[in-house]
């Protein structure tokens, strides 16, 4: 129907030069002109679509008219109020009138209210007693027939009165209209060629762009409403963790160093150059480069004894020691690293050391097979508190207000074993779904052989804790398998739709 529409329209621009009033358009498989709003709608479509091929140009013309409302349509069809009051009764001297009562029952409740009084008022009825009868033998319904002639032409010849008082009763209702006058436009033609939308890959490779056409952009044309943005779980969660912190009057650490040294990872940790989270298999090593700047000699000499002969009331490991592992670039296995960096900072601070309650919540890599619970990228939530004196029932108290705050009270403390930790202290709780205890995270107290070479005084305490956001979220948002959390298999729609989290 559009084409065969745009393409009626170019014929009679060809022939004609000019469609003065689109109301004289006769739609394809109609047989009278497209008088009517909805005729002219379809015809603007047609119009708009030419337009933007710059085939034809047309200007809109506006005329108020008149419709029926569903009242008067009914009244048009089956007569006004007052002649099927008249129709209803009997003549006068031909039988017995009827009562008001059963003349609504014969009529209906509102053409007898309406039309009883508008008869009366033309003398078509009269009363004999109670009962109502007609007065004349014929009559001209007047209403009907102006309800008629606004139905096939929109207005009245007996003038703007007579329209007044129909819409006074609620029998018309005025609208405007819209017709239209077309004109050839700079590129008309009686031939429709679909113009192009699209720039594609076929076309810049064939040449054939040079020759196709391309629909014009329509820059005034309102765009499709953006979709607002959403968070992902692993935001909000990572949000809520950070207002804890922040809360308890923490503040966060810079971690944006993914890549980071073999010293710094592992060595300034006091973890030994043996250890097995040291090897291909648990960690991502960097290629090129392979090897990282030197780290600050004399710290880097006096981690190196710590190590090899011991040092500070310790042994050591008694194990050789290889510069290699210290200069090896990798993907930093914990956030870890970076705390290590920021306390090696506090021991050279000017004015000496200063308490800090430090956060991160970050990226780390490790080297594990993926499944439904592991992957080679995750988040970890890292705090450490520096100050003089703490206590191991310091951090056991900490951390229970710590997880108090999520929402998880019943807690209990495994002693554990950490390179750079002692004491250790891995972190369960109960799982009222699964109904059983589940590890939450880890913390210790950092060992002397890691702080000490970093030159803080002796007497200074660091508390150590870490868990990672993707199970937190996972429980939170009843996921079971992380790889519909982080990855390819994440639904946009899901996360659209993920509720927020309060701890």
């Not at 008149?66 to 009914?74: I, K, N, P, R, Y």
């Not at 003349?103 to 004999?128: C, M, P, T, Y």
């Not at 999520?406 to 074993?417: D, H, Q, S, V």
């Amino acid at each position: 129907m559009a084409l065969e529409l745009q393409q009626l329209v170019l014929d009679l621009l060809n022939t004609n030069n000019e469609i003065k009033d689109s109301r004289t358009i006769v739609l394809p498989g109609e047989s009278t002109p497209a008088s009517s709003q909805e005729a002219q709608l379809l015809i603007q479509g047609a119009l708009n679509s030419l337009l933007s091929r710059e085939m034809i140009t047309y200007t809109t013309q506006e005329v108020f008219a008149h419709d029926l409302s569903a009242e008067g349509a009914q009244l048009a069809e089956q007569g006004s109020h007052e002649a099927r009051v008249w129709n209803a009764l009997p003549l006068k001297g031909e039988g017995a009138g009827l009562t008001i009562p059963e003349l609504k029952a014969a009529v209906g409740d509102e053409s007898a209210k309406i039309g009883q009084g508008r008869a009366f008022k033309n003398g078509w009825i009269g009363k004999e007693g109670d009962k109502l009868v007609k007065l004349v033998a014929t009559i001209h319904d007047g209403a009907r027939e102006e309800l008629l002639e606004i139905k096939n032409t929109g207005t009245l010849a007996a003038g703007d009165k007579a329209l007044a008082d129909l819409r006074k009763r609620k029998l018309a209702v005025q609208k405007k209209l819209l017709w239209f006058t077309v004109n050839k436009g700079p590129s008309f033609s009686t031939s429709i060629e679909k113009p192009e939308t699209d720039l594609t890959f076929e076309m810049m490779q064939s040449g054939s762009w040079k020759s196709t056409s391309f629909k014009k952009y329509n820059f005034d044309a309102d765009g499709i409403p953006p979709n607002g943005g959403a968070l992902h779980p692993l935001l909000k969660v990572r949000e809520e963790f950070r207002n804890i912190f922040m809360e308890m009057g923490f503040a966060e650490m810079s971690t944006s160093q993914y890549v980071d040294s073999g010293f710094w990872n592992f060595d300034a940790l006091f973890v030994p150059q043996q250890h097995p989270a040291r090897d291909l298999q648990d960690t991502f090593y960097v290629s090129d480069p392979s090897e990282s700047l030197p780290p600050p000699e004399a710290y880097y000499e006096r981690v190196k004894q710590v190590h090899s002969v011991g040092g500070f009331n310790s042994i050591g490991y008694r194990a050789p020691w290889q510069p290699a592992e210290s200069r090896k670039l990798l993907l930093r296995t914990h956030t870890t690293a970076c705390s290590s960096r920021l306390l090696a900072q506090l021991a050279e601070r000017k004015g000496g050391f200063k308490p800090v309650k430090m956060f991160s919540i970050d990226r780390v890599f490790r080297n594990e097979a993926v499944d439904a619970t592991h992957l080679a990228e995750f988040h970890q939530v890292e705090g450490v508190v520096a100050d003089y004196g703490l206590t191991l029932a310091d951090l056991i108290g900490f951390m229970q207000t710590f997880f108090k705050k999520m929402g998880i009270e019943n807690l209990r403390f495994k002693p554990a074993y950490n390179p750079y930790t002692e004491p250790s202290l891995e972190i369960f709780a109960f799982h009222p779904q699964l109904k059983k205890w589940v590890e939450i995270g880890n913390s210790g107290m950092f060992r002397p052989e890691m702080l000490e070479p970093m030159g803080l005084p002796p007497d200074v305490r660091v508390h150590g804790w870490g868990l990672s956001l993707e199970r937190p979220t996972m429980i939170r948002y009843g996921i079971n398998n992380i790889r519909t959390l982080v990855g390819h298999k994440v639904s946009i729609e899901g996360v659209e739709k993920s509720a927020a989290v309060r701890f």
